[in-house]
């Protein structure tokens, strides 16, 4: 591929390999130091070797690829807290559920959940002891009480819990989620539980919100509604904490969620704006690098203003490259751009590389510099506007490929109208991001007209109309799509032979485009091996009960849910697209089930268990029966208990005493999640 002939691209490789190594892979970090500093020695040597020769040696481009990997290991336990000794779970007298004075600031403020105001806190002390370390805040919400705000200094005396585990098979890992932001453990407290100290110390963040609200709070002064100001707050200064649930789905249905992520399509709008802005200073002598600086300057603030998210820091980035190429005259690669700014990036954040939205926003990128040229010169249009909207389309279409694996992976499913949502929103975006900004500008002056205010508060509005009309013509989305990591692989390497054998019909590249096919094949027979498998699973659910058995890729499903919410419950979804599940059914619960060999009998709060014609394995618990589980275990002697999510807590906490005293096994789904049996 003649992409790896850039050395920055091979560089940038091998240092994703190392950060996938140094990930997955625990390593002491001293020994690791040590690998380094031999490497980076011996490469210093190398260079002096080979600059004595006359030709380069294989083996110096070998060495610097195998520093670059070691670096890449080293960045990511660098990086990683919990390897440092004032970290806070280093502490000796660190025990879970043990009360602490703990001193905190508050980092960053999070979307609330139904009962939490939550955010990412800042450890500063424990007891009397400094220390570091990042950790979630749950607040219970308050409503006579003021929300948190960033860089408050705050002092609780509370526990430290483990973050939860997913409960049930396939479920989105929240705890990993935010263990890859180094975030471990997690405090529970209540508004009275809290004492603020004064401060006069304001971080970068801190004045970025500051700066957030005081815009927030001149645009309230308007008639702007809710959903709009939320979108105005998304669009412009990267927060989305405030989207309703069902904007945020349309916009997803649609297609166009990337607009509200600020990424490379705004960052560089705004780029446009302030380099037309600047030209009169390059008439100065010194203009032209006061114009860099200045550029370079303002796109970091807006980076801070916005979060810093993964997004926009990988484009602010990318176009900071751009700013100094373009105005020093000099000829950028658009690959080696890109690559230079993910090379910088996952050197200081190197867990960038497994967030979402820095892997679509560089896959997009990347499938537009590749594919859209290729589709652009499929057709010519005469005409001006169609040529624009042809170039959109190709944009759009071009995008779509490279983000359509990961895209299926993470979110299993597919808006069969996202090229209809994105060539009407894209043309107008430009003048929507700029008129923002001029609202903006106006609002902090005190200075903005109210028929400004409710012209840009209608075109908002009528773009929330628009996509909320797209995303519900239902019968072009496709949802519960079973796409695994395999398949992404797959597809990719499908996507590339595809372009190379377009591009140049070579015996290598025909071979490479079979060999994709074979391989696509091989997924499928992969796939369809590895899921004929039979399970019988009690699944975890607060209140209710839910059973699954799972026949190869058929489903049944026994359950005490109303019929119209089981189809639809993220539980039964989440097994169904994680498993390649083609059919489901749905029935009662029943009192015995057969497990092979095995027999399991349900205890319900009739607490009925007087059973002789069969020998009892299993016992499931439900719905809190008022029993004596020692008399239970004497009568049937099972080898194990479940219990489900359908019992009290407190009934749960008896029975699990008495099954310890009594030598048998007790799963609550609770606590060890669900309950998962092959045969």
Known sequence: MKLLNFTIIKLTFCLIIGIVIGYFISVNL??????????????????????????????????????????????????????????????????????????????????????HNKYIIDILGLNTKKVSGKSLLN??????????????????????????????????????????????????????????????????????????????KNLKLYNFKDDELSIINALLLGQRQDISKDIYDSYTQAGVIHILAVSGLHVGIILLLLNFLFKPLERFKYGKYIKILLLVILLWSF??????????????????????????????????????????????????????????????????????????KLWKPKFKIIDYLWQIFTVTLSAQFGVIPVSLYYFHQFPGLFFISNVVIIPFLGFILGFGILVIILALLNTLPSFIANLYGSIIGMMNDFVTWVSHQEQFLFKNISFGIIEVIVSYLFFIALVNIYKKR??????????????????????????????????????????????????????????????????????????????????????VYKLNTKNLLVVDSLGIYNVKSFKVDIVLLRNSPKINLKRLIDSLK??????????????????????????????QTGKKGAFVYDY
């Open 303 to 376: 980076a801070i203003i916005a979060g810093l998210s993964a997004s926009v820091t990988r484009a602010v980035t990318m176009f900071s490259i751009v700013a100094v190429g373009i105005n020093l005259k000099r000829p950028t690669n658009i690959y080696n751009t890109l690559a230079i700014s993910m090379f910088l990036l996952l050197l200081i954040k190197p867990t960038f590389l497994f967030d979402v939205g820095f892997q679509l926003s560089y896959l997009a990128v990347f499938a537009i510099v590749s594919i859209q040229p290729i589709l652009y």
């Open 139 to 216: 607040v219970q919400k308050d409503s006579t009480k003021a929300n948190l705000k960033v860089d408050d200094i705050l002092i609780t005396n509370s526990n430290f819990k483990e973050l939860n585990a997913p409960l049930n098979p396939h479920q989105f890992n929240y705890k990993n989620y935010l263990q890859k932001k180094y975030i471990y453990h997690q405090l529970t407290t209540t508004n009275h539980e809290l004492l603020k100290t004064s401060s006069k110390k304001n971080t970068l963040f801190g004045f970025a919100a500051q700066l957030r609200e005081r815009i927030n």
């Open 506 to 591: 070579s015996y290598r590249t025909v071979v490479l485009f079979l060999v994709s096919i074979l391989m696509i094949q091989g997924a499928f027979i992969y796939n369809k091996h590895k899921f004929s498998t039979n399970e019988f699973i009690v699944f975890h659910k607060s209140r209710n009960s839910i059973i699954g058995i799972k026949q190869k890729n058929r489903l049944l499903i026994h359950h005490n849910l109303d019929n119209t919410s089981i189809d639809k419950n993220r539980i039964v979804t989440n097994y169904k697209i994680g498993e390649h599940i083609v059919k489901t059914d749905f029935d009662s619960l029943q009192s």
């Open 30 to 115: 001293t020994s690791l130091i040590y690998i380094n500093i031999a490497l980076l020695s011996t490469l210093g040597i190398g260079l002096f070797i080979v600059k004595s020769q006359s030709r380069q040696s294989a083996w110096f481009g070998v060495l610097i690829f195998i520093t670059t990997v070691s670096i890449g290991a080293l960045t990511v336990n660098i990086k990683t807290q919990r390897n440092f000794k004032n970290h806070y779970s280093k502490q000796e007298i660190i025990t879970i559920d043990t009360n602490y004075t703990i001193n905190f600031r508050i980092r960053e403020v999070l979307k609330p959940s139904l009962y």
């Open 638 to 667: 099972p080898e194990l208990i479940i219990s489900d999510g359908s019992n009290y807590k407190t009934y749960q906490e008896r029975w699990s005493k008495t099954c310890k005293v009594q030598k048998t096994l007790f799963h």
